[in-house]
């Protein structure tokens, strides 16, 4: 299984980005999926995941009303919309995915933002 994130880059606060997650599996193998981000000398922290098989999508508290996790399955593909973006939310940002009791990382990509 291969995870490869795009869409990270350098951008303003208050500003937005969109992150995608491409798998060379189809996305409905997945118990689940997410977003995880490491900043510099921190713990790697979740940000949103969702379950593939539908339900309700988990965020953490400090991204609830500015991101949201979507997936298309067509595209074998997961999103993050990430808008009012502040200098905190820098960090590598990682895509997850578990498939029954196995857990899968991409490589990560970078998001900075500028205050």
């Known amino acids: 299984v291969q995870l490869v994130e795009s869409g990270g880059g350098l951008v303003q606060a208050g500003g937005s980005l969109r992150l995608s997650c491409a798998a060379s599996?189809?996305?409905?193998?997945?118990?689940?999926m997410g977003w995880y981000r490491q900043a510099p000398g921190k713990q790697r922290e979740l940000v949103a995941t969702m379950p593939s098989g539908g339900g309700s999508t988990n965020y953490a508290d400090s991204v609830k009303g500015r991101f949201t996790i979507s997936r298309d399955n067509a595209k074998n593909t997961m999103y993050l919309q990430m808008s009012s973006l502040k200098p905190e939310d820098t960090a590598v940002y990682y895509c997850?995915?578990?498939?029954?009791?196995?857990?899968?990382w991409g490589q990560g990509t970078q998001v900075t933002v500028s205050s």
């Open positions: 997850y995915a578990r498939m029954v009791i196995v857990g899968y």
């Open positions: 599996e189809s996305t409905f193998r997945f118990n689940v």
